[in-house]
């Protein structure tokens, strides 16, 4: 309430000084063309004075000039002795006046509700960037983090053969009695992450990176990160942030890694960084990427948070005939509804999505959209069946798997463990 009546205040002031200045009525000397005539003649006859006396014009020469500008120096007095009058100068009528205040009061107000934050408490951009320093330098430790966030994660018992089940004790003890053996520490890691156990997975990648040491890749500390961010249910630690930056220091085109920082950013009160490393990653990735379904679904908010007012999300740079994308005119409708209803109209696009993949089929990229923007919204049941079928459907080809175990991961469903 403080504020708007400050605002008010101020408004009204400017408003009357304006009046003020549209009101008065002054009268004001006019300067017809003689009188600038006149100091022009004066100002040559100053000048050929200047130059008789440094010897760069003769003396005939300089009377001659003299008696030239003189003859025209005395018509042009004349002239202004006859014109010699004043003009007067009205303002405005006093309707233009009120107007014009009324104009400004409400340009000011509109300007403010449009750009700015009505109801936000005052916070200077120097406070918040200090808010955020802080915020991160509080980040809860891994055992902190996995004790907060862990009883949200609810990734569905797989199933798995027994003979899988034998084969991954086996695995767990010959890695137990051979620390040092890289190969096996990386299978170990990928499968307990197959398996959802996401604490024991980031235990054995850490092992990796050890192994690895100088050669230790951006998308191994990445995984890593990933593996952390999992098992405290989605909840960043500061071991995390830690291997985050790890791997874009290695890799900085990473795109797990620059997902997760840009989420980290946003949840430490950073949206202007937040948004800026994810609308850079959605524009460089393909549309089957996994983080792009998360990102579409909460960038235009983000942007509002940073103060992109204007924004726009890129149009999706596949266009398959049979996928249900959505125009620029949905993506505008999107972007003026609540959280809410956004949502509720996400659930709705991805269950058309769902229904007709479970049917008709689709491509990879579909059913990569559909597992994620699944595990997004919370279904992991819905998010494993999808995964399931589509392992069915594209089975033997590789790099087809790839993208699609790669969206289980980012979903929290568990894998088909690596052979």
């Given at each position: 309430?403080?504020?708007w009546?400050?605002?008010?205040?101020?408004?009204?002031?400017?408003?009357a000084?304006?009046?003020?200045?549209?009101?008065?009525?002054?009268?004001?000397?006019?300067?017809?063309?003689?009188?600038?005539?006149?100091?022009?003649?004066?100002?040559?006859?100053?000048?050929?004075?200047?130059?008789?006396?440094?010897?760069?014009?003769?003396?005939?020469?300089?009377?001659?000039?003299?008696?030239?500008?003189?003859?025209?120096?005395?018509?042009?007095?004349?002239?202004?002795?006859?014109?010699?009058?004043?003009?007067?100068?009205?303002?405005?009528?006093?309707?233009?006046?009120?107007?014009?205040?009324?104009?400004?009061?409400?340009?000011?107000?509109?300007?403010?509700?449009?750009?700015?934050?009505?109801?936000?408490?005052?916070?200077?951009?120097?406070?918040?960037?200090?808010?955020?320093?802080?915020?991160?330098?509080?980040?809860?430790?891994?055992?902190?983090?996995?004790k907060?966030?862990?009883?949200?994660?609810?990734?569905?018992?797989?199933?798995?053969?027994?003979?899988?089940?034998?084969?991954?004790?086996?695995?767990?003890?010959?890695?137990?009695?051979?620390?040092?053996?890289?190969?096996?520490?990386?299978?170990?890691?990928?499968?307990?992450?197959?398996?959802g156990?996401?604490?024991?997975?980031?235990?054995?990648?850490?092992?990796?990176?050890?192994?690895?040491?100088?050669?230790?890749?951006?998308?191994d500390?990445?995984?890593?990160?990933?593996?952390?961010?999992?098992?405290?249910?989605?909840?960043?630690?500061?071991?995390?942030?830690?291997?985050?930056?790890?791997?874009?220091?290695?890799?900085?085109?990473?795109?797990?890694?620059?997902?997760?920082?840009?989420?980290?950013?946003?949840?430490?009160?950073?949206?202007d960084?937040?948004?800026?490393?994810?609308?850079g990653?959605?524009?460089?990735?393909?549309?089957?990427?996994?983080?792009?379904?998360?990102?579409?679904?909460?960038?235009?908010?983000?942007?509002?948070?940073a103060?992109?007012?204007?924004?726009?999300?890129?149009?999706?740079?596949?266009?398959?005939?049979?996928?249900?994308?959505?125009?620029?005119?949905?993506?505008?409708?999107?972007?003026?509804?609540?959280?809410?209803?956004?949502?509720?109209?996400?659930?709705?696009?991805?269950?058309?999505?769902?229904?007709?993949?479970?049917?008709?089929?689709?491509?990879?990229?579909?059913?990569?959209?559909?597992?994620?923007?699944?595990?997004?919204?919370?279904?992991?049941?819905?998010?494993?069946?999808?995964?399931?079928?589509?392992?069915?459907?594209?089975?033997?080809?590789?790099?087809?798997?790839?993208?699609?175990?790669?969206?289980?991961?980012?979903?929290?469903?568990?894998?088909?463990?690596?052979?």
């Amino acid at each position: 309430m403080i504020f708007w009546l400050v605002t008010l205040a101020l408004a009204l002031a400017v408003a009357a000084i304006l009046a003020r200045a549209a009101l008065s009525r002054r009268e004001v000397p006019a300067q017809p063309a003689e009188a600038q005539e006149i100091e022009v003649y004066r100002a040559q006859l100053a000048e050929v004075e200047r130059d008789l006396s440094r010897g760069a014009l003769p003396a005939s020469e300089a009377e001659r000039v003299r008696t030239e500008i003189s003859r025209r120096l005395l018509a042009a007095d004349g002239a202004l002795r006859k014109a010699g009058t004043a003009q007067v100068i009205r303002g405005p009528g006093r309707g233009w006046a009120i107007g014009g205040g009324i104009v400004v009061i409400l340009v000011a107000v509109g300007i403010y509700v449009v750009v700015g934050v009505p109801g936000y408490p005052d916070m200077p951009r120097s406070s918040r960037i200090a808010a955020a320093k802080t915020a991160l330098a509080a980040l809860p430790t891994q055992a902190e983090a996995e004790k907060r966030g862990g009883d949200t994660i609810q990734t569905p018992e797989p199933d798995v053969s027994a003979d899988y089940l034998a084969l991954m004790t086996k695995l767990r003890e010959a890695v137990k009695e051979h620390p040092d053996d890289l190969r096996g520490q990386r299978l170990l890691a990928r499968n307990e992450a197959a398996l959802g156990h996401f604490a024991a997975a980031h235990q054995a990648q850490a092992q990796v990176i050890r192994l690895e040491g100088d050669k230790a890749s951006g998308q191994d500390y990445a995984e890593y990160a990933d593996m952390l961010i999992l098992s405290a249910g989605g909840l960043i630690s500061n071991e995390a942030s830690g291997a985050l930056q790890d791997a874009l220091k290695r890799d900085p085109s990473n795109g797990t890694a620059t997902y997760y920082t840009g989420l980290l950013m946003a949840q430490t009160g950073r949206p202007d960084i937040a948004f800026k490393l994810w609308d850079g990653l959605l524009r460089r990735s393909p549309d089957s990427a996994p983080w792009v379904p998360s990102i579409r679904a909460r960038l235009p908010q983000l942007a509002e948070m940073a103060g992109e007012n204007r924004y726009q999300l890129p149009p999706l740079k596949t266009q398959d005939d049979t996928a249900p994308n959505p125009s620029a005119d949905d993506i505008a409708d999107m972007q003026k509804l609540s959280p809410e209803e956004r949502t509720a109209r996400i659930q709705g696009m991805v269950s058309g999505l769902e229904e007709r993949l479970t049917s008709d089929g689709g491509s990879v990229g579909e059913w990569v959209r559909l597992i994620t923007s699944l595990g997004v919204l919370g279904q992991k049941e819905r998010a494993q069946k999808a995964y399931d079928q589509a392992l069915q459907a594209f089975a033997g080809q590789d790099d087809s798997l790839v993208l699609l175990n790669q969206a289980a991961q980012t979903a929290g469903v568990s894998q088909t463990p690596a052979q």
